[in-house]
């Protein structure tokens, strides 16, 4: 029973570490791809649809990780 609480304290510690750093990676690089008068800059239509397709995917496992996480870390106290 201990060891299956630790796993739950060890997950739900690291699992909404892992969707800040994702939310904050996909914050960083779309804050790099703006010009000076704050408009996105793409090489193509494909890239563009591609990335925004993968950043809002991406933003999405970030707030499941960093719920599911702290669902986690209140389950032992229950």
Avoid: D
Avoid at 25 to 36: A, D, H, L, P
Avoid at 52 to 69: D, K, M, N, Q, W
């Amino acid at each position: 029973m201990m060891n299956w609480i630790l796993t739950t304290q060890i997950t739900g510690g690291v699992a909404p570490t892992a969707g800040v750093e994702i939310r904050y990676f996909i914050s960083r690089r779309k804050f790099n791809r703006r010009t000076i008068a704050g408009s996105e800059v793409f090489k193509s239509y494909e890239k563009a649809r591609l990335t925004h397709f993968s950043e809002r995917f991406g933003r999405l496992v970030g707030l499941i990780l960093i719920l599911g996480g702290l669902v986690l870390l209140l389950i032992p106290l229950f």
